[in-house]
């Protein structure tokens, strides 16, 4: 044999070998854990099939089979609630907290304040509503006779619409103070 061919049986195809001995065995291992699991949800299925007295006596089970589902999208979307109520209960805070940041043109506190205090009532309001829509729902789900409702969505977004409007004609009636970059034409 040449030295080349040696050289090659050798290194190279050992190199070879051990490239597809760790693919081949990366792949048996994925392949291994796929017939485990499906062995073991079969397992699963094959232990959960009652006799017919253990039928009888078993309590009757929940008519929602996705219950699970239902109940985490509804933490979902209470969390989501929360996050808006603290979104505005913030927005309020900073509202009434940027006139310490102005130079007050007139010695009365102005409306500002105002608007902050019913951006603080409506984040307020959003957290005791999305609280007591969370139980309601949770409540639904375990009945099984939940019905979606378009009355929370209109109602914060009609609130959502009257307090950015109040805010577009705050920022556009009050006057600018003298030491403002932007001029007043």
């Not at 017919?52 to 989501?80: C, F, M, V, W």
């Not at 130079?103 to 902050?116: A, D, F, H, T, Y």
């Amino acid at each position: 044999m040449s030295k080349q061919l040696k050289y090659f049986l050798k290194v190279r195809l050992s190199h070879k070998l051990q490239i597809f001995a760790k693919e081949f065995g990366y792949y048996f291992r994925i392949f291994w854990r796929q017939i485990s699991l499906g062995l073991r949800v079969l397992l699963m299925q094959l232990e959960s099939k009652l006799t017919e007295e253990q039928k009888e006596t078993k309590k009757p089970g929940r008519l929602n089979p996705s219950r699970i589902r239902d109940h985490l999208a509804n933490e979902r979307t209470y969390l989501a609630w929360m996050r808006t109520a603290i979104a505005l209960l913030g927005f309020g805070v900073v509202i009434v907290r940027l006139r310490i940041f102005q130079i007050p043109l007139s010695p009365s506190p102005g409306n500002g304040w105002k608007l902050g205090l019913v951006f603080s009532l409506v984040g307020l309001v959003t957290v005791w509503l999305s609280t007591a829509h969370y139980f309601s729902v949770r409540r639904d789900i375990e009945d099984d006779t939940y019905e979606p409702t378009d009355r929370w969505v209109i109602l914060f977004s009609l609130a959502i619409m009257i307090l950015g409007s109040g805010v577009i004609y705050y920022v556009f009636t009050t006057p600018l103070s003298p030491s403002s970059p932007i001029i007043p034409e």
